[in-house]
């Protein structure tokens, strides 16, 4: 394809189709320089690529601003495939396709200072994690199921650049790796496991109150047919509590 840079990012979908992204230049002869993302398909192994299709850029005819953009990450969670890029303000914007193979509008996923572009991957269960590299942090993105992706809280970090790369770990979460940028030392994040949900605590149960002749014996109220006892108590106790009433 004409102009298309020499770097493509690749995305597999659970049933197996596998998607390139990628950026186009195209210069035109009044100086112009022409930038988009562009992306192709695999719907069945050992079948051709579909031809590159065009999704813009998230600065429509700005072509200046378009020009700054990164190189896009393609990755895809339990609806469809994203394309996400590093923008001209250094942050992030990303471009998502619905079930129905329908792409949304861009949309501005906010950051800054990244480095170069991001890395991402995704759960068993279809959700996306990002992750992009600062001077002096990496920056970190996140998703429920079928939800928008979320920032989360920066990682003071020293990346090099070009070193990023995520992967799921096979237990619901996904590990981000990167060289130190001072002394190329390998780093390794990955967030801790959900918690399990809290197990629910039995009702506690009052212990049963000792039997007393007396309790058992004395009702709080007597039944209309018969008197209350007297003071003199009887000369023997029946061998079972209760009384009977008089005729």
Same mark, same amino acid.
């Given at each position: 394809?004409?102009?298309?840079?020499?770097?493509?990012?690749?995305?597999?979908?659970?049933?197996?189709?596998?998607?390139?992204?990628?950026?186009?230049?195209?210069?035109?002869?009044?100086?112009?320089?022409?930038?988009? $993302?562009?992306?192709?398909? #695999?719907?069945?192994?050992?079948?051709?690529?579909?031809? @590159?299709?065009?999704?813009?850029?998230?600065?429509?005819?700005?072509? *200046?601003?378009?020009? #700054?953009?990164?190189?896009?990450?393609?990755?895809?969670?339990?609806?469809?495939?994203?394309?996400?890029?590093?923008?001209?303000?250094?942050?992030?914007?990303? %471009?998502? #396709?619905?079930?129905?193979?329908?792409?949304?509008?861009?949309?501005?996923?906010?950051?800054?200072?990244?480095?170069?572009?991001?890395?991402?991957?995704?759960?068993?269960?279809?959700?996306?994690?990002?992750?992009?590299?600062?001077?002096?942090?990496?920056?970190?993105?996140? *998703?429920?199921?079928?939800?928008?992706?979320?920032?989360?809280?920066?990682?003071?970090?020293?990346?090099?650049?070009?070193?990023?790369?995520?992967?799921?770990? /096979?237990?619901?979460?996904?590990?981000?790796? @990167?060289?130190?940028?001072?002394?190329? $030392?390998?780093?390794?994040?990955?967030?801790?496991?959900?918690?399990?949900?809290?197990?629910?605590?039995?009702?506690?149960? %009052?212990?049963?109150?000792? @039997?007393?002749?007396?309790?058992?014996?004395?009702?709080?109220?007597?039944?209309?047919?018969?008197?209350? @006892?007297?003071?003199?108590?009887?000369?023997?106790?029946?061998?079972?509590? /209760?009384?009977?009433?008089?005729?």
């Amino acid at each position: 394809m004409p102009g298309l840079e020499p770097y493509l990012s690749i995305a597999q979908s659970p049933e197996g189709y596998v998607s390139l992204a990628g950026l186009r230049r195209r210069a035109h002869d009044d100086g112009r320089a022409e930038t988009d $993302v562009v992306y192709s398909t #695999q719907f069945q192994s050992g079948r051709a690529m579909t031809t @590159w299709r065009s999704v813009g850029t998230p600065y429509g005819q700005d072509w *200046q601003r378009a020009d #700054q953009i990164g190189v896009p990450t393609a990755v895809r969670d339990s609806v469809g495939l994203h394309l996400l890029v590093r923008n001209a303000g250094g942050g992030v914007c990303g %471009r998502r #396709q619905d079930a129905r193979g329908i792409w949304g509008p861009w949309t501005d996923m906010k950051g800054s200072h990244l480095l170069d572009t991001v890395s991402g991957a995704t759960t068993a269960d279809g959700r996306i994690e990002l992750f992009g590299p600062a001077s002096e942090f990496v920056l970190r993105w996140r *998703q429920e199921p079928g939800g928008p992706l979320r920032r989360v809280l920066n990682t003071p970090a020293k990346p090099l650049t070009g070193t990023a790369t995520s992967f799921p770990t /096979g237990d619901g979460r996904v590990a981000h790796v @990167w060289r130190d940028a001072t002394d190329s $030392v390998l780093q390794h994040l990955s967030p801790p496991p959900p918690r399990a949900p809290a197990a629910r605590r039995a009702p506690r149960r %009052r212990p049963p109150r000792p @039997w007393s002749p007396s309790a058992a014996t004395a009702p709080a109220r007597w039944p209309p047919c018969a008197p209350p @006892w007297t003071a003199t108590p009887p000369r023997s106790w029946p061998s079972a509590p /209760g009384r009977a009433c008089r005729p």
